[in-house]
């Protein structure tokens, strides 16, 4: 599978995981693998926006209005 990794959580945290491994019959490892992908996802996004961002401030990432990309995708309504 892949590799261990040990960390030590809050109490509270702790106990949460506890209930909600006990209650719905799945292991507490599920539940933390489950929460780390999905944040690390979140991260992910985050950063590569912050990226994005910092290009199309500098000048070296390509924009359009919403009259452009509605023209492009024949969405215009002032044609009608």
């Known amino acids: 599978m892949g590799s261990a990794v040990s960390l030590r ?4 945290v702790k106990v949460r995981l506890e ?6 019959g ?4 599920f539940y933390l ?3 780390i992908t999905e944040k690390i996802a979140d991260l992910e ?8 961002a ?8 390509k924009t ?10 024949g969405l215009d309504d002032s044609a009608d």
Request: net charge neutral; proline share 2%; aromatic share 4%.
């Open 64 to 73: 359009w209005s919403l009259d452009e990309v509605e023209r492009v995708l």
């Open 19 to 24: 209930r909600l491994a006990k209650r719905t």
């Open 33 to 35: 693998i489950e929460a």
């Open 45 to 52: 996004d985050a950063y590569l926006a912050d990226e994005i």
């Open 54 to 61: 910092r290009r199309v401030r500098a000048g070296k990432e």
């Open 26 to 29: 799945r292991s507490k490892t």
């Open 9 to 12: 959580l809050p109490e509270d």
